[in-house]
């Protein structure tokens, strides 16, 4: 089972600095790679609070100069609000200066908020999408190519600085309708899937879709890797968990209002953090996620791993303003306990099942 740290580095409030927010990200991502994460996975958001990084490529590659081993990605590059020949360009930069360690993840992106102001109609966003990276693929196969669609028309086009992983770096797809999830199945790609802060019965559900849009491409689950992106904490310390699970239900408000397209703010920047009907109790966020003892996180990823057959789970670390010696500490007790008791499990398991 590979494991990711997934970076969303948020802002909770004026009381951290942008500054603090991206160094704080990036020691979380350099650590990663001692405590024996796969991969580090970084978002794209922009114009509020909600996460500050514009650029994951850019994150990428100055994450690339202070690792040698893990996987560096993006999760996601909105492709609406590119222009895909550039992007192409930086994808090619990205994976040099790497040294062949990028994964390409890629979305339609959904927060109006940014679309407006990119002047992009966010209702368009998947016919968008789905024609850019047909010119992504395009570019990253082709020596020179071409293209004439909708919202791209691309007289023959060489793109010099080109990737190092041939044919192209491992693309993912943030994979939420089964539109996207048959698109991953039929050109071969890879899934982001969340089932947000719900249990063992959503991700039940979530196999169930996997499995329906693989099988209408006349393939299977496990054609593809799937990324798991989950909230996990191991402690013993009542009040740490609770920390942590306030600032994973504060990311999960602001990411609902800006889905619902009902975000608000008094001073245009920072968004208000309400409370939704959606939300759950930090009862219910403890018994539907690994939350609790390191006993009891493994046993609870073991579960998780059974029911949806990821093959990878992405955790978040970076949430809100959570104390960033205490997430420190959280990922090295990931890389000394827990990734390898779960790894031993599955493998035991799998020889049982030989």
Same mark, same amino acid.
Request: glycine share 8%.
């Given at each position: ?127 968008? #999408?789905?024609?850019? =990276?047909?010119?992504? &693929?395009?570019?990253?196969? *082709? ?6 669609? !909708?919202? +791209? ?96 239900? #504060?990311?999960?408000? =602001?990411?609902?209002? &800006?889905?619902?397209?009902? *975000? ?6 920072? !968004?208000? +953090? ?81």
């Amino acid at each position: 089972m590979e494991f990711a740290a997934f970076i969303l580095a948020a802002q909770r409030g004026y009381h951290q600095s942008a500054d603090s927010v991206i160094r704080n990200s990036i020691e979380q991502a350099a650590l990663s790679e001692q405590a024996g994460f796969n991969t580090a996975w970084f978002a794209e958001h922009h114009f509020n609070n909600y996460s500050l990084v514009p650029s994951p490529l850019m994150m990428v590659a100055h994450c690339a100069g202070l690792t040698r081993t893990i996987r560096l990605g993006t999760a996601v590059c909105v492709l609406p609000l590119y222009q895909p020949q550039r992007l192409l360009s930086e994808i090619g930069f990205t994976d040099i200066v790497s040294n062949g360690r990028l994964e390409l993840g890629v979305g339609s992106g959904y927060q109006q908020f940014e679309f407006e102001r990119f002047g992009v109609d966010v209702d368009e966003a998947p016919t968008v #999408f789905s024609e850019y =990276l047909d010119i992504l &693929l395009k570019g990253l196969n *082709q020596k020179i190519f071409e293209h004439d669609g !909708l919202y +791209e028309k691309i007289p023959p086009t060489a793109i010099s600085v080109r990737t190092i992983q041939k044919p192209t770096p491992p693309i993912w797809i943030a994979a939420g309708s089964a539109r996207s999830m048959g698109r991953a199945y039929r050109d071969g790609h890879n899934l982001f899937v969340t089932a947000f802060h719900n249990g063992l019965d959503a991700l039940g559900t979530l196999r169930e879709s996997i499995e329906k849009a693989a099988a209408a491409e006349g393939k299977i689950a496990k054609d593809a890797k799937i990324s798991l992106l989950r909230c996990c904490y191991a402690s013993d310390d009542e009040a740490e968990i609770d920390s942590y699970l306030d600032n994973a239900r #504060f990311q999960r408000r =602001l990411s609902e209002a &800006l889905h619902q397209r009902r *975000q608000q703010s008094e001073d245009g920047y920072l !968004l208000e +953090e309400t409370p939704t009907q959606q939300d759950l109790s930090f009862q219910s966020m403890r018994e539907n996620l690994p939350i609790g003892s390191v006993n009891r996180v493994i046993d609870r990823l073991l579960e998780e791993i059974n029911v949806l057959k990821p093959s990878q789970i992405a955790i978040q670390t970076q949430l809100g303003d959570f104390h960033q010696k205490t997430m420190l500490g959280q990922i090295e007790l990931w890389g000394d306990k827990i990734i390898p008791a779960v790894n031993k499990s599955l493998g035991h398991a799998a020889g049982m099942a030989e």
